[in-house]
T-cell receptor, first 117, second 115 residues
Framework: DSGVTQTPKHLITATGQRVTLRCSPR?????VYWYQQSLDQGLQFLIQ???????AKGNILERFSAQQFPDLHSELNLSSLELGDSALYFC????????????????FGQGTRLTVV | AQSVAQPEDQVNVAEGNPLTVKCTYS??????LFWYVQYPNRGLQFLLK??????LVKGSYGFEAEFNKSQTSFHLKKPSALVSDSALYFC?????????????FGKGTRLSVIA
């Protein structure tokens, strides 16, 4: 158990709909990352939050958005869903070392499998 | 920008034989390198990392990886493969000294250990 919790585990929804994926990071971790895993694209970085603020953006569509709340949990919102959005969505967390050296690994949740029909 | 390449989509090895899963990287400066494993319907599990120091890094489940700066490689190895090692393996890189940056992953290599 990595300590990162994602809900729900599975989600089936129709095209055009909107869903929210939730992530609770490991206790003490300030950074949350969202990744999308699809068969043909591998693991794609979407977005990162650090202590409530957006830190980095990857290949995230404009239809997708995220936020990190004061208790450090994060939500990924996916709207106007298309068939191609069907994928496994992972959340990961890590803690920033005091020196700022980025040598810490990220810990992953079990993922949310989204199926758009 | 940093990147990682895993040149093999699939690696097959007989149980008891040594295994190698290849990874090469591209990053400015000294990289932080990671290996993760993903079992079916599971999240990614951290195996090992290279930050600095000894080029041979030991990790979980008997895995190790060798950092080779001149060849920009970070191959994952295990002396004797088990059927239970069959999984999807990801190499990842993080650019150092550039802030709290995300891991960049390779496309993954599927390892199949045959009894």
């Amino acid at each position: 158990d990595s300590g990162v919790t994602q809900t729900p585990k599975h989600l089936i929804t129709a095209t055009g709909q909107r869903v929210t994926l939730r992530c609770s990071p490991r206790s003490g971790d300030l950074s949350v990352y969202w990744y999308q895993q699809s068969l043909d694209q591998g693991l794609q970085f979407l977005i990162q939050y650090y202590n409530g603020e957006e830190r980095a953006k990857g290949n995230i569509l404009e239809r997708f958005s995220a936020q990190q709340f004061p208790d450090l949990h994060s939500e990924l919102n996916l709207s106007s869903l298309e068939l191609g959005d069907s994928a496994l969505y992972f959340c990961a967390s890590s803690v920033v070392q005091g020196t700022g050296l980025m040598n810490t690994e990220a810990f992953f949740g079990q993922g949310t499998r989204l199926t758009v029909v | 920008a940093q990147s990682v390449a895993q040149p093999e989509d699939q690696v097959n090895v007989a149980e008891g034989n040594p295994l190698t899963v290849k990874c090469t990287y591209s990053v400015s400066g000294n990289p932080y390198l990671f290996w993760y494993v993903q079992y079916p319907n599971r999240g990614l599990q951290f195996l090992l990392k290279y930050i600095t120091g000894d080029n041979l890094v030991k990790g979980s489940y008997g895995f190790e990886a060798e950092f080779n700066k001149s060849q920009t490689s970070f191959h994952l190895k295990k002396p004797s493969a088990l059927v239970s090692d069959s999984a999807l393996y990801f190499c990842a890189v993080r650019e150092p000294y550039s802030g709290n940056t995300p891991l960049v992953f390779g496309k993954g290599t599927r390892l199949s250990v045959i009894a």
